[in-house]
């Protein structure tokens, strides 16, 4: 049922003349390709489909094989998806008897699904100590939010932003009023 890859940084299973058609394997795979391990069981075990059983003991097989090797000292939790394909596999014709002596065919599809699993890069990437990790810049306040402020060592002197002020406006039910009156004349 499985298979690991040792050519690449990469672990894979593969499950073999699966009972499905390829076409619908398809479309759960479509659906856990680049994701986190966790993140693809969620997905895999809340599926709808039939197929998704399939695909994640695929999933828990590759997890399987990560974990297994020696060389290799990868959580199960910190790989990603790399590869998630369906491949057509044989097709089985069965006929079934129709009216007036004529037969149909029925074609019992099947598949192989194959999964590739990789570590997570930016598992790999956030592991920064703390001494190297930049200082963080502060935002400088833009001048139509705040008022300018100046300062010196005896006093504070506050500057009034420079907005105009509003023209007064009528209240609306004084305009309505107004337009109501203009339409009655």
Not at 41 to 62: H, M, N, P, Y
Not at 89 to 107: E, N, V
Request: glycine letters at 2%.
């Amino acid at each position: 049922m499985s298979a690991v890859e040792t050519q690449r940084k990469s672990v894979r299973a593969q499950a073999k003349y699966v009972h499905s058609s390829a076409r619908k394997a398809r479309l759960v795979t479509d659906l856990i390709r680049g994701r986190s391990v966790p993140e693809a069981r969620t997905i895999l075990a809340f599926s709808q489909r039939a197929v998704a059983k399939d695909v994640e003991k695929v999933l828990r097989s590759a997890v399987a094989n990560a974990e297994s090797r020696p060389d290799l000292h990868w959580n199960g939790d910190d790989l990603v998806v790399l590869i998630a394909y369906v491949d057509e596999g044989p097709t089985l014709k069965r006929f079934r008897a129709r009216a007036r002596g004529r037969a149909s065919s029925i074609r019992k599809r099947m598949c192989h699904i194959t999964v590739e699993l990789a570590p997570n890069p930016r598992a790999v990437v956030t592991a920064k100590p703390a001494a190297e990790a930049k200082p963080s810049r502060q935002r400088a306040p833009k001048a139509a939010e705040h008022t300018a402020v100046e300062t010196t060592a005896t006093a504070t002197v506050e500057e009034p932003t420079a907005t105009p002020a509003p023209a007064e406006e009528k209240p609306k039910a004084a305009r309505r009023t107004k337009k109501t009156e203009e339409s009655d004349s």
